[in-house]
């Protein structure tokens, strides 16, 4: 079991929007206001389809890159938003890599919750963290999401893989998930079990406090 070197504690609370971080192209939706080398990418993408008409390329997602996938969007009948998400990136010929960690979370979903669980007969949200990041690259995450919150390394926004922390009580990060892309989250939820969930849903989105990666 390889042990995770501590990172710096996330001071306040992040924004979700803003990107600074590691993915590969179509592991994460991309928006306006964001800065991300995968920007660059998209931008490289729909130049090469005649659709980014902008001088030079760019880490940021400004006007031209959104005009430039609207027009995009438009030509392929698909939802005009100006977003780049799983839809637009199927359209451009763009597949998400799964990681490894996200695979092995969809395999427990519907895991009822329990109470210190970290086994498939019952995981609370921490002891399912601990067990799939575990089985999937022999990671040993911290028991509490506490002690998780205390390590990894910071981003400003999640990649597939990613874990991501919310303070449910008004006191600290007591609540994570894993990151698996396209604005969603997989956790042991007390009321559901092991359920996917839209980050930026009304009640979770007021409650995000950041994202630490840890591979």
């Given amino acids: 079991m390889k042990k995770i070197a501590a990172g710096l504690a996330v001071a306040g609370v992040v924004a979700f929007n803003p990107v600074v971080g590691e993915a590969a192209l179509g592991d994460q939706t991309l928006k306006p ?7 660059q990418d998209l931008q ?12 030079k ?14 027009k995009f969007q438009a030509d392929k009948g698909i939802t005009v938003d100006g977003i780049a998400g799983d839809e637009t990136f199927k359209a451009l010929g763009i597949e998400a890599n799964e990681s490894s960690i996200v695979e092995t979370a969809k395999k427990y979903e519907g895991t009822p919750y329990k109470w210190g669980g970290d086994s498939p007969d019952g995981f609370d949200c921490s002891g399912y963290l601990n067990y799939i990041f575990d089985e999937a690259e022999n990671i040993d995450l911290e028991r509490t999401v506490d002690g998780m919150y205390a390590e990894g390394t ?11 922390f919310f303070n449910l009580e008004g006191d600290g990060p007591s609540h994570a998930g894993v990151y698996i892309g396209d604005g969603k989250f997989m956790h042991a939820s007390s009321s559901n079990g092991v359920t996917t969930t839209e980050m930026e849903s009304s009640y979770w989105a007021d409650k995000y406090i950041g994202a630490k990666s840890y591979e």
């Fill in 33 to 39: 206001e964001m800065q991300h080398s995968d920007v």
């Fill in 44 to 55: 490289e993408t729909l130049d090469q389809k005649g659709y980014f008409s902008y001088s």
């Fill in 154 to 164: 910071q981003v400003d926004s999640p990649a597939v893989g990613d874990i991501v």
């Fill in 57 to 70: 390329t760019t880490d940021y997602y400004g006007d031209y890159t959104t005009d430039a996938v609207k």
